[in-house]
């Protein structure tokens, strides 16, 4: 009797580090290094106009599961705001509020523990996450895992 696996499904991962990720406003890269590949980005609680967002581009339409890493700790947001939108400028598929004073604990991947946040379905090529300040402590922006769910 012989049996395959399925081949495991292309994760696509955008660190804060990457081609992909960009920030508005003023985000700390802190000077100790922690966070995946030892780099991270946070901001202060705000009103909403300071935003991380990591674009993945080259996608086929379909749908994709979504999840983020962070390093907690007791001064991050128990609220933090992400969002997911339908290519750069679309519509919002889906949002979240997202507790960083624990630690993303769905499953490990690429030496990273991650929390899944959405499951949604994209029309175009793109899928855009967004992080926003409006929260009530520190948000923490790092790492963002994109896989097709085909």
């Keep these: 009797v012989q049996t395959t696996s399925p081949a495991s499904p292309v994760a696509w991962i955008v660190d804060d580090g990457d081609a992909g990720f960009a920030t508005s406003g003023s985000w700390t890269l802190p000077m100790v290094f922690n966070g995946r590949h030892n780099d991270l980005r946070n901001h202060a609680a705000g009103s909403g106009a300071n935003t991380a967002t990591w674009t993945f581009t080259g996608l086929a339409a379909g749908e994709y599961s979504i999840a983020?890493?962070?390093l907690e700790h007791s001064n991050r947001a128990t609220n933090?705001?992400?969002r997911v939108l339908d290519g750069s400028g679309g519509s919002e598929l889906d949002s979240v509020l997202v507790n960083q004073e624990s630690a993303p604990n769905d499953f490990d991947d690429r030496g990273s523990s991650w929390e899944n946040l959405f499951t949604v379905t994209i029309t175009g090529t793109e899928l855009v996450v967004e992080l926003s300040d409006d929260a009530?402590?520190?948000v923490i922006a790092d790492a963002i895992r994109v896989v097709s769910t085909a």
Excluded: C, L
Aim: aromatic letters at 34%; glycine letters at 0%.
């Design 68 to 70: 983020a890493t962070w």
């Design 80 to 82: 933090a705001p992400f």
């Design 136 to 138: 009530n402590e520190y």
